[in-house]
């Protein structure tokens, strides 16, 4: 997406802005000539993550704007407040918040430590909002004010709760300062939205969290994020507040249709990984979500899961064994654990047990959600990402199942 110029002097403060997409949209302001506040944390290297507030201020000069850079830590008021009183000193004023930074622990509640639990919630809930609180004063001098939150659409369905609630609750106090404050800061002529990507976004962090290589290959690159941040930035503060906004929604907008350029790994040619909290059709937690799978006998005596192993098995070809060429082992969680495969790396061979060849991959989930998954109701990537999916073993190999679901439908 070109550069217009539209954030030609403005100032911009934006949390988390040493790495990741904190920095490429940074840097797409920059390019505009933007001053940039970089309130960020890291001002010493470290040790698995490259890049500081210094490093990220010498990239944003570069690339034509004007930099700032403050150690803050969202959790201290006197330090966000000090970065606020030296932005106006140098700049003048403060016309675009962008609230990035973010802690994430994938935890369910019994796992999930008290100070994890704080970190997230006093990072990305109350960080978000002091950043916010200390920052509106200035914006309401602006002509051009926005605040823009990295948070998801607010999406009730259980699924994104019930395997990280304390991470859910966090992220999703972000969300709700934009539903708050949209509403409250309208007469001051200051537009507050979300921000949130329909894909995993490949970060330096996410691969140390992934602890693969194989999720660049899944992901696009936070560049897609920055060129959406920068048209909603762009935009009037009259006709864009209050809205939950997905990136590449807003890029189509903007008529920017070819997404393979944001691919992380270009080569790759295979669907993405979905992001959290995005699903097709919203829930409200209570009349949705609710079916629960049931085992149930066929008339032939097997149940519904070994049914459609059995299915799958009829219609497998040498063809589509040497299209895929990988084994998987299903582990259908219940009452008692039950186990499938689909051995595609001979004939092709599917059926209830274990394969005698090693899999490359074992699958773990809930038996409601094998049937969605070989129904074409759920995608693998977006259950891996959901956490209705694990996977161990090779990552790369279990996303396959994406065309292997899209064939073997055509088939039955």
């Not at 704007?65 to 140098?90: F, H, M, T, W, Y």
């Not at 694990?390 to 055509?410: C, D, F, P, R, Y």
Request: proline share 4%; with cysteine.
């Amino acid at each position: 997406m070109l550069n217009t110029g539209k954030l030609s002097g403005l100032t911009l403060f934006i949390t988390g802005g040493s790495r990741g997409i904190g920095k490429a949209i940074a840097l797409k302001a920059a390019r505009d000539g933007a001053n940039i506040v970089i309130a960020a944390k890291t001002a010493e290297p470290h040790p698995k993550l490259p890049g500081t507030i210094y490093t990220a201020a010498k990239e944003i000069e570069e690339a034509g704007g004007k930099c700032l850079p403050c150690v803050v830590d969202v959790r201290d008021e006197s330090q966000i407040a000090d970065a606020v009183n030296k932005s106006i000193s140098k700049f003048g004023g403060i016309d675009i918040v962008v609230n990035n930074a973010s802690a994430i622990s994938l935890t369910p509640t019994l796992d999930t430590e008290m100070k994890r639990y704080d970190l997230m919630h006093n990072i990305n809930t109350r960080g978000t909002f002091l950043v916010s609180k200390l920052c509106i004063p200035h914006l309401k001098k602006s002509k051009h004010a926005h605040i823009l939150n990295i948070s998801p659409p607010l999406n009730m369905n259980p699924n994104w709760f019930r395997d990280h609630v304390a991470y859910t609750m966090a992220k999703y106090g972000m969300s709700m300062c934009v539903l708050g404050m949209a509403a409250e800061l309208r007469a001051d002529n200051i537009a507050v939205n979300a921000l949130w990507p329909r894909t995993a976004i490949y970060t330096a962090a996410v691969e140390m969290l992934s602890g693969s290589t194989e999720a660049k290959k899944l992901s696009r690159n936070p560049e897609i994020m920055a060129d959406a941040a920068y048209a909603v930035l762009s935009r009037s503060v009259e006709n864009c507040t209050g809205q939950f906004l997905v990136d590449d929604e807003v890029l189509r907008q903007e008529g920017v249709t070819d997404l393979t350029q944001y691919a992380s790994d270009p080569s790759y040619k295979g669907d993405l990984m979905m992001d959290f909290f995005l699903d097709e059709t919203p829930h409200d937690g209570f009349n949705q979500g609710k079916k629960k799978s049931q085992q149930t006998k066929k008339s032939d005596g097997k149940d519904d899961i070994e049914g459609i192993f059995s299915k799958i098995n009829s219609h497998l070809t040498p063809e589509i064994a040497k299209g895929t060429n990988a084994c998987f082992l299903f582990v259908v969680k219940g009452d008692e654990d039950r186990t499938y495969y689909v051995d595609l790396t001979g004939n092709g061979a599917a059926g209830k047990g274990k394969p005698t060849t090693k899999p490359d991959a074992t699958l773990t989930m809930e038996a409601d959600k094998i049937e969605e998954l070989f129904d074409g109701k759920l995608k693998a990537a977006d259950a891996y990402m959901s956490g209705k999916l694990k996977i161990s073993g090779s990552l790369m190999k279990a996303m396959k199942l994406e065309k292997l679901m899209k064939l073997l439908k055509a088939k039955y």
